[in-house]
C-alpha cells in the first residue's frame, strides 16, 4: 500500500541530550495537540466521506501525520539517549523513565496517556472538516 523508504524525510541529529526540552516535545507525540491524534482524526474520517478525492486527501494528510510521529520520536529518543537516571531524575523525566525506560510512550506533557477522546469522527463531512481545522489551528 505504501512505499517507505526506512529514513526520515529530514534527518535530525540531536547533539546534546536534554530530558527536560524531551518531556514537552512528547506531547506533540501523544499529547492533545500531537500527532497520534492527527494521524488517527485524518484516518478516521476518511471512511465516512462522499467524495473519493476527498477521502483520499484524508488518507494522505492522515499518513503523513504518522510520518510526524516517527520524527517526533526520533526527537524524543536522541533528547534523552545515554542520560543516567540521575539526569533523569533532576530534569523531571524520573515518572516516564520509571514506566516506559527509554520506549516511546504517547503521553501530553503533564503524564496524561494518548486515548480516542482525543480526536473526532461524527461521519458527517462539513463536521468533520471543520474538526480537522481546528484541531490543526487553522483560521475559517
Not at 494522505?60 to 543516567?84: F, N, P, W, Y
Not at 480516542?116 to 463536521?127: L, P, V
Amino acid at each position: 500500500m505504501w512505499n517507505y523508504e526506512k529514513r526520515l524525510q529530514y534527518p535530525i541529529n540531536i547533539t546534546r541530550p536534554n530530558a527536560k526540552i524531551a518531556q514537552i516535545i512528547m506531547s506533540q507525540y501523544g499529547g492533545p495537540d500531537g500527532e497520534m491524534g492527527a494521524s488517527m482524526r485524518y484516518l478516521s474520517q476518511r471512511y465516512s466521506m462522499p467524495n473519493r478525492k476527498v477521502a483520499g486527501v484524508l488518507t494522505d494528510i492522515g499518513t503523513e501525520e504518522l510520518a510526524h510521529l516517527e520524527m517526533v520520536a526520533t526527537i524524543v529518543r536522541q533528547l534523552t539517549k545515554g542520560l543516567s537516571a540521575e539526569e533523569l531524575e533532576a530534569a523531571g523525566f524520573a515518572p516516564y523513565y520509571v514506566d516506559h525506560t527509554a520506549g516511546i510512550w504517547p503521553q501530553a506533557a503533564g503524564g496524561i496517556p494518548f486515548n480516542a477522546c482525543e480526536f473526532q469522527s461524527k461521519g458527517d463531512a462539513i463536521t468533520d472538516l471543520f474538526e480537522d481545522m481546528a484541531a490543526d489551528g487553522a483560521i475559517i
